[in-house]
Structure formats: C-alpha cells, structure tokens
C-alpha cells in the first residue's frame, strides 16, 4: 500500500510539473518542391525532374525553476516521403550567460551557414553526388549525435563546446545507448565582435578514430576547421567561409576534400523581393581530381507565411571528375508554408 501510494504522488508530481509549463508553444512548415536535374556526356542519368514534400512540427516550452535557472526543451517531428521521425530534441538549462544542454540536432555548432542566401543550400537542389556543398565530409558532427553541451555568452558572442561520446549515438527512441568509439569534440565561437551587421563563426571539431568491432577500415582521426564571415547593411549582404578537412590519410589516392570556400551575396530589391549568388569551390587530396565548383543564382518572394523561390545551380567536376558526365545543372521552384 505504501509503495502504491508513493508511485501515485510520484505521478502526481510529474503531471503538476508538465502542466506548469505555460510557455509552451507549437509551430511547423510544409516544404514544397518541383526539381529539374540535368546531366551532362552521354550518361544514362541524363535527367530527372520530380515533386518532393517536407513536413516539419516543432513543440517548444521554456520555464523559471524554483532555484532561478530557466529550463527549456523543444521537440522537433520531420516528415521526409511518408517516414516520420524526430529529427531533433533539447532539454536545456540556462543560468545568466551559462547554458547546459543534451540533445540531438541542437546547439551552436560549425556546420551552421552564416553566409547570406535567398533559398536554400544548392547541394539540395542538384543532388547527392555533388560534395562540398554537403559538409558531410567528415563521418559524423557532434550537434547531430547524441551530445552535452555548454555554451557561455558574451557581449561580443557566444563560446560553445560540444561533445558526443560515440558517433554512433544517433538513436532518439534507447535510453540504453553505450559508447562504441569515435567520440566527437567541438568547439566553436559566434558573434559579431562588437560590430553592427557583422557575424563571425569559427571553430575545430575531431572526430577520434572508430574502435568499435564494426567500424569500417580506414575511418581514422578527422578534423575540420571552419572560419566564416558575413556582413550586412540596409537591404545588401555579404559572406565568405573557408572549411579545411584532415581525414587522417596522407595517401594521394583518398578522394576527400582538403578545403571548401563558399563566397555570397544577397541584395533585397524590396520589402518582398530578393535576390542572391552563391559560388562553392572544393579541391581535393587526390591531385588527379579537378576542382569541385558550383554557382548558385536564386530569387526569392515572400508573400507573408508563404515563401516562394526559383533557384538555379550549375556544378563543373562533380566529386572531382574529368569528363563531360560529371557537369550538372538544376532548376528548383520551392515553396514553404509556416504557421
């Protein structure tokens, strides 16, 4: 009986604790797409075109604790052709400039783009086989694994250090996830400096070699490097980001990326209209591949909760190859109800 009525106050005190949270709020958007790809040479995948829908619902509370720290979380579901999965969660707690947060997908961290655009990243528009605008050149980011963070915030920006104790620890449904290896650290700072519509972003991660039993051959100690810079005034904008990769190989028959600059620019024509540029460079470790580089040309309309742009993207040597088939280009229309 006792033990009955101690489980009973127990479930007393967690409904009166979720019932206390008054600032919580829900917001989502539906993506829409129309994608025309186009390959050039003499290859079979000459092109494709196609419709594409994604759906994202994002639950979100914040609270005052008894002790005067603010206690926020949020939960965000993402709809991706008929699968629906949690794409990132947060419990954060916050006392004056310090933060402390666990979650996947969460945090400041360096694979944030700072540079201004209309639309959204070429890479999605022209397709997986393209590689520098991924920034998935490195195996695993520790924002988008299981991860502790702490965040300290200043005048002139905020300090950030990340770290996921195994690459592997992706999973948001197991609370029983055990450390296989390849433990993730970053740390990166973002702020203006103290200047008026400057934003710098820069920053390390390394990713430790994989011990696990599984891990594949080869996946040894990475590191990327990242410093970014944008600046902006009245209806004009500015970016440049320079990315280094060491994958740990010094063999010259490796296919990684060594550097990545991406270059851009926006200008809005008016309160509803923009337009912007974007050029994305990679060169790679093995010296037999040609510079990757992809130009991006987009203009945006916003109609009030409804977003509209027509993008245009046009990559030479995909993945570093030398032959008329690794040329593609793109054409993207692309609309985004929020609410």
Request: glycine share 12%.
């Amino acid at each position: 009986m006792k033990k009955l009525l101690t489980t009973t106050a127990l479930i007393g005190l967690v409904a009166s604790s979720v019932s206390s949270y008054a600032e919580t709020k829900i917001k989502g958007s539906i993506e829409q797409t129309y994608n025309s790809i186009s390959q050039g040479g003499t290859s079979t995948a000459s092109g494709n075109a196609g419709l594409g829908q994604e759906t994202n619902v994002k639950i979100s509370s914040s609270k005052e604790l008894d002790n005067g720290m603010t206690l926020s979380g949020h939960l965000n579901m993402e709809d991706k052709g008929g699968s629906v999965q949690s794409d990132s969660t947060s419990i954060k707690l916050t006392s004056g400039a310090i933060s402390f947060e666990v979650g996947v997908d969460t945090g400041q961290h360096i694979h944030a783009n700072i540079n201004p655009r209309v639309d959204d990243n070429p890479f999605d528009s022209i397709g997986a086989t393209v590689l520098i605008g991924n920034d998935g050149l490195t195996r695993a980011q520790a924002h988008d694994k299981q991860h502790v963070g702490v965040a300290y915030k200043t005048d002139a920006g905020t300090l950030a250090v990340n770290y996921a104790p195994s690459q592997a620890g992706s999973s948001v449904s197991s609370s029983k996830n055990t450390d296989t290896g390849g433990s993730i650290m970053e740390i990166s700072f973002k702020g203006n400096l103290g200047v008026d519509g400057l934003t710098v972003l820069a920053g390390q991660e390394t990713v430790e070699a994989d011990d696990s039993a599984s891990a594949t051959a080869g996946q040894l100690e990475e590191e990327e490097q990242v410093l970014s810079v944008s600046y902006g005034q009245g209806p004009w904008a500015v970016g440049y980001t320079h990315r280094a990769y060491d994958d740990g190989d010094a063999g010259s028959a490796t296919n990684s990326i060594e550097t990545v600059t991406a270059v851009s620019a926006t200008y809005a024509i008016s309160d509803t209209l923009s337009i912007g540029y974007e050029n994305l460079t990679g060169e790679f470790e093995n010296s037999a591949k040609l510079d990757e580089e992809t130009d991006a040309f987009t203009v945006g309309y916003n109609l009030g909760g409804l977003g509209v742009s027509f993008m245009y993207v046009e990559s030479d040597n995909v993945a570093g190859g030398t032959t008329t088939a690794s040329d593609k280009e793109s054409f993207q229309i692309r609309t985004v109800y929020s609410f």
